[in-house]
């Protein structure tokens, strides 16, 4: 297991924020050489944005130099940091010499950016006819969305997810974390896949379309959101899930526990272990239909049940009936969870210039490969930080030229 999946292939990421950011740690853990493009004057995007962490831990504020944002440190990993003015002649010029060196580039300039600034697909694939050009946005590359900007809970909006999102007598309400945005990188991290496939078998690069609305409603709409009106459906149900019963959060004495019945098998055991197999063949529990049309009954016995039980012993004696059940986790509980552990799911979070940082960890590579390795070597890179490797190595440019473009701000 020396070499990584995507060990070779080099990424020029002119991305920022969450969602391109994101994209290219996926591609990072895979094992590419991503090269996240700064600009000189104004660095990244995610360094100086709260919440900080430094020497002295979490902050609203930015302290001394040694305090980075939290979404820089978890996002940057594995990846190398260069400057280049792109809004320079030289700079763009540099640009498209680094695109003739590179397999993929991310971007998630607004809508005709990329154009304006001479970097876009057209511009970088005369140069570079195999290259992989991804472009996220909110909206897409086209139709009447297209130029408007967007940001996370925006795009929850616009795809229905905030719709249907919430209790039923609350307002909509946006996922807990950036859920469009992760959801996206994952589309476009398996575009760009797709994509790098093609180019190999086939010699021509392409240009991929991300949209955030595109990503989120292609999810949500495997619901049949017209029906619920018909079926007296609130848009909004909570924690249920429209097609089975029951399938709720239960509230018990130290916390909350999700139980889901996907079958009668399920149901004969759950009545079971909650002192009730009367219900089992009860013809207004007996079924799905029976269940779902009898629905608050249900949930009320469960929760009739759950109430004066820990979350342990709830959990351990509904999942003794063969039934799907879980304990509801806080970050604390997940810290501690033998289970994330043992899949590495949560490695030290570590600073750049103060090292591994306790008590505040960064998700670990979600995929795992029985031939190949995946994660992260490296921790953020301080912006520039591989200037003279990749122009040296690259372009071929010496030290005194590097130290010219770096005085007149191109680098």
Not at 45 to 62: M, T
Not at 212 to 236: H, K, N, Q, W
């Amino acid at each position: 297991m020396d070499k990584s999946i995507l060990e070779g292939v080099r990424v020029l990421d002119l991305s920022q924020y969450f969602l391109g950011p994101h994209t290219t740690l996926l591609l990072a853990g895979l094992g590419a050489e991503v090269i996240r493009v700064d600009n000189p004057a104004t660095g990244d995007s995610l360094s100086g944005a709260p919440i900080f962490l430094g020497r002295d831990g979490p902050s609203f504020v930015k302290r001394d130099e040694d305090d980075f944002g939290i979404p820089f440190l978890k996002r940057s990993r594995g990846k190398k940091s260069i400057t280049l003015n792109l809004k320079s002649d030289e700079g763009r010029a540099l640009f498209l010499d680094l695109a003739e060196k590179a397999d993929v580039i991310v971007e998630n300039f607004s809508v005709g950016v990329a154009a304006r600034l001479g970097v876009d697909y057209e511009s970088t694939r005369a140069r570079n006819p195999k290259l992989v050009y991804a472009s996220l946005t909110g909206y897409g590359q086209t139709g009447p969305d297209a130029n408007l900007k967007c940001f996370d809970p925006a795009a929850q909006a616009a795809s229905g997810l905030m719709a249907i999102t919430g209790q039923p007598d609350g307002p909509p309400t946006k996922a807990g974390s950036g859920l469009a945005d992760s959801i996206t990188s994952v589309f476009a991290f398996s575009g760009i896949l797709a994509a790098l496939y093609h180019a190999e078998r086939t010699g021509e690069g392409q240009h991929v379309d991300v949209a955030m609305t595109d990503s989120v409603f292609s999810l949500v709409y495997d619901e049949p959101l017209e029906c619920y009106a018909a079926l007296g459906l609130s848009d909004r149900i909570g924690n249920r899930l429209p097609r089975l019963s029951p399938f709720n959060a239960y509230e018990t004495s130290d916390g909350w526990v999700i139980i889901g019945v996907a079958s009668d098998a399920h149901w004969r055991g759950l009545c079971g272990a909650i002192g009730r197999p009367e219900l089992a063949d009860d013809p207004d529990f007996a079924t799905p239909g029976a269940r779902l049309t009898h629905n608050d009954q249900v949930d009320a016995a469960i929760s009739a049940w759950m109430r004066d039980k820990t979350t342990e012993a709830a959990v351990s004696e509904v999942r003794a009936g063969g039934v799907v059940c879980g304990p509801v986790n806080d970050i604390e509980a997940i810290r501690k969870s033998p289970q994330f552990k043992a899949r590495g799911m949560i490695e030290d979070l570590v600073h750049p210039t103060l090292g591994v940082m306790p008590g505040i960890g960064a998700a670990g590579f979600p995929l795992k490969f029985s031939g190949t390795k995946t994660g992260y070597n490296s921790p953020d890179a301080i912006t520039g930080t591989h200037n003279a490797e990749v122009y040296g190595a690259l372009l071929g440019i010496d030290a005194d030229e590097l130290t010219r473009l770096t005085d007149e701000g191109i680098i």
